[in-house]
């Protein structure tokens, strides 16, 4: 059974930071992308950053461009979220989710398997 967790989520005051962390479980993710998502209550999922299976290829929201890293650690079957300077407006329920193929997909339909999520809430 494939899972995806992820951790790390809690309450900030703005301009704080957090790092979220999902670790994959069940199958390798050879040759995946991992992404995050988020959810925001009363709105709808959206694209946050991706990041290719080798880790050289990465690509972001623009509302968190230059605030938010993602990364991956292969041999973890882990990726993280650094967020730093964050904002109210990134209070959200944050999801990872892998998937094949274009790497700059920003579609939840195009991401195969999800975690359960972790909530980042942000006080301003």
């Known amino acids: 059974q494939v899972q995806l967790v992820e951790s790390g989520g809690g309450l900030v005051q703005a301009g704080g930071s957090l790092r979220l962390s999902c670790a994959a479980s069940?199958?390798?993710?050879?040759?995946?992308?991992l992404a995050w998502f988020r959810q925001a209550p009363g709105k709808e999922r959206e694209f946050v950053a991706v990041?290719?299976?080798?880790?050289?290829?990465?690509y972001y929201a623009d509302s968190v461009k230059g605030r938010f890293t993602i990364s991956r650690v292969n041999a973890k079957n882990t990726v993280y979220l650094q967020m730093n300077s964050l904002k109210p407006e990134d209070t959200a329920v944050y999801y990872c989710?892998?998937?094949?193929?274009?790497?700059?997909?920003?579609?939840?339909?195009?991401?195969?398997?999800w975690g359960q999520g972790t909530q980042v809430t942000v006080s301003s």
């Open positions: 989710a892998a998937g094949m193929g274009y790497l700059y997909n920003t579609r939840s339909d195009g991401y195969d398997y």
């Open positions: 069940g199958r390798t993710f050879s040759g995946y992308r």
């Open positions: 990041i290719s299976w080798s880790g050289g290829s990465t």
